[in-house]
């Protein structure tokens, strides 16, 4: 089977690939290093934190 590869988009043979889906190595450390940068997001509902009551604060 073949896909094209998500970074360069050049075709890719996705059976025996072990780079799959990726193309090379080069491109699978370039989709790594944008997930670094946080260049890449997961959409979720923003998260806070509520402050503890005074009371609670004494028993921890």
Do not use: H
């Amino acid at each position: 089977m073949m896909t094209t590869c998500p970074i360069c988009k050049s075709p890719v043979q996705w059976e025996g690939n072990p780079t799959r889906p990726f193309c090379s190595e080069r491109c699978r450390i370039r989709d790594l290093g944008a997930w670094v940068a946080e260049e890449y997001r997961v959409p979720a509902e923003e998260f806070r934190l509520e402050e503890a009551t005074p009371d609670e604060e004494q028993k921890q």
